[in-house]
Structure formats: C-alpha cells, structure tokens
Nanobody
C-alpha cells in the first residue's frame, strides 16, 4: 500500500508560480506511475499530468501544456508539479495518484487558489 500526502498549495496571484509536492510512503514508490489531478466543486476530477515510473515520459492536459511541469525524485519518494503562469481557472483542489496495474491510491489533496 502507498500513502500519499500533497503539499504546497495556497493562494497565488494570477501570473504567479507554485510548486506542489506529493510525498509517498513505502519502498515501491518508484514502481508507480504518478499523476496529478484537479477538481473544482460540482465538476469531475480532471487529469492534469502524468509521469511514468522511471520519469522517462510525461503527458499533460492541453489546458496546462507549456505552463505546468511534472517531475519525480524516486530517491525521495516524491513527485512534483511546477505550475507557472497561473490563471484563475487553475483554482482547484489538486490531488496526486499512484497507479500500478489495477492498483491505485489517492492523496487527500492540496488547495490552490489563484486570485488577486
């Protein structure tokens, strides 16, 4: 089992940057594909970015491509989401997810609010 704890959320001004972190427990963290999702009240959870277990491949939602970067440090059991050029529409609860085959785990989320 993997436990995930997100951090780094908060209030940021439009155009600003923020880096989210997701710390995972366990010695098998490096075997999981990791993703960031986000959700606003009343809407479905949206996939933001994914990184493979070895960090060799990444994918992004069109809405964040060129602005967000996902990365991971398997030695620290941590995955990151660097968010630049933030806009009000990026306001959401951000969650990380670990997936390996049919097994998956979610963190509890960290709130990002983009507002002046």
């Amino acid at each position: 089992q993997v436990q995930l704890v997100e951090s780094g959320g908060g209030l940021v001004q439009p155009g600003g940057s923020r880096r989210l972190s997701c710390a995972g427990s366990g010695s098998t963290f490096s075997s999981y594909t990791m993703s960031w999702y986000r959700q606003v009240p009343g809407k479905e959870r949206e996939l933001v970015a994914t990184i493979t277990s070895d960090g060799g491949s990444t994918n992004y939602a069109n809405s964040v491509k060129g602005r967000f970067t996902i990365s991971r440090d398997n030695a620290k059991n941590t995955v990151y989401l660097q968010m630049n050029s933030l806009a009000p529409e990026d306001t959401a609860m951000y969650y990380c997810k670990a997936r390996r085959s049919s097994e998956y785990y979610w963190g509890r989320g960290t709130q990002v609010t983009v507002s002046s």
